[in-house]
């Protein structure tokens, strides 16, 4: 199963046909930034933030890709990092689909009619407060993108087939809030994948290859 057509159906195939909820109590995924840690688990009182992100798929001649972001290095949160576009949900959406889509349309310029959804993936929440709800559609290879420097550095693709080998899942460690803490980190062609981002690409990895 190597061609991009037979990625795409094998795509369809296991994220429309399982929804997030179904997966929800499956240990196999990822569940938040403190998945390696039991004892940093966060204050279960705590209120977590809405956020939604798209997991945009083009179909390239040989492979398809993954579109990812590098966050404005000028933002207060999270800048200078690698991101799928999307962001906090606003009280004018609806869902947290119509928060992905906003989202993507403002950061890179791909509209709501450029995106077939597939589904979502399992829901991620980061130590800084948000729940993330990920969305995957495929996006024409023909789109144009037009980034929002206010929110984007640079957008680019990533080969389907090196996010989807998990001889790059690599696992790293970082001392954070008095401990060792251990995360995902998928280095690639200069550009860092680590945190939140690779692990919902783990997530998408055992979604699509988990039961092989």
Not at 49 to 65: F, K, M, N, Q, S
Not at 110 to 135: H, M, R
């Amino acid at each position: 199963m190597n061609s991009p057509t037979d990625k795409k159906n094998l795509v369809r195939a296991c994220v429309s046909a399982v929804t997030a909820e179904t997966a929800a109590g499956d240990a196999r995924f990822i569940k938040s930034d403190f998945h390696f840690e039991d004892d940093l688990d966060p204050d279960p009182r705590r209120v977590l933030r809405p956020a939604a992100v798209l997991v945009p798929i083009i179909e390239r001649e040989d492979d398809l890709t993954i579109l990812l972001t590098r966050r404005a290095d000028h933002l207060d949160s999270h800048s200078g990092q690698v991101a799928f576009p999307g962001g906090k949900m606003h009280d004018e959406d609806e869902t947290p689909l119509a928060t992905a889509l906003r989202e993507t349309h403002e950061e890179v310029g791909i509209a709501k009619s450029q995106v077939e959804l597939v589904g979502e993936l399992e829901p991620y929440e980061t130590g800084t407060g948000f729940v993330i709800k990920p969305f995957v559609g495929f996006v024409a290879p023909d789109v144009r993108l037009t980034l929002d420097p206010g929110e984007v550095a640079e957008a680019f693709e990533v080969p389907f087939s090196f996010l989807m080998d998990p001889a790059n899942h690599r696992r790293e460690k970082t001392f954070w809030r008095g401990k060792m803490r251990e995360y995902y980190d998928m280095p690639y062609n200069g550009q860092r994948i680590w945190g939140a981002t690779a692990a919902m690409l783990v997530n998408f990895y055992t979604r699509l290859y988990g039961n092989d």
